[in-house]
């Protein structure tokens, strides 16, 4: 049976179509953090390294200053750093303290090399989920 960690990584498009033996193996690469109120969690334009999951807690995302949207316990940010490297698009500040699994991108790298069957279906799951946000 599948842990709590392992199901809500399934829930996430980028892992959906990973089997239940992928989703455990990623869910290995991940450490709890515990973050205060008023932590900046990303800064929009910075190099992105972590892919998050919010386990508790509440933070607002912000770009160029306007406010996008509140997350909570559930939501998750950072795929596209933690695929791609590419620079944040968002900063995101805890509102409260906040318990946070997060997802090194030299880890996720690393497993990803290992395995070429989870690195096409991840592919999958972010190109989707880069064509939902899509705003025309």
């Known amino acids: 049976m599948a842990s709590e960690v392992e199901q809500k990584l399934g829930e996430i ?8 033996k992928e989703l455990k193996s990623i ?4 450490t709890q953090v515990t973050v ?6 990303t800064k929009q334009g910075d190099p992105g390294r972590e892919f998050m999951i919010i386990v508790e807690g509440q933070a607002t995302v912000r770009r160029d ?3 996008l949207a509140t997350l909570g316990p559930g939501d998750f ?3 596209l750093a933690v695929i791609a490297g590419v620079p944040r698009n968002a900063t995101i500040t805890a509102d409260t303290e906040m318990t946070i699994d997060a997802l090194n991108r030299r880890e996720f790298s690393s497993l990803l090399d290992e395995s070429p069957k989870i690195a096409k279906k991840i592919l999958v799951g972010a190109v989707t989920r880069l064509h939902e ?3 025309y």
């Open 77 to 79: 940010f950072g795929e």
């Open 13 to 20: 498009s980028i892992f959906r179509e990973c089997s239940a």
């Open 133 to 135: 946000n899509e705003r």
């Open 27 to 30: 869910s290995r690469l991940l």
């Open 36 to 41: 205060r109120p008023g932590a900046v969690l």
């Open 65 to 67: 200053g306007k406010v």
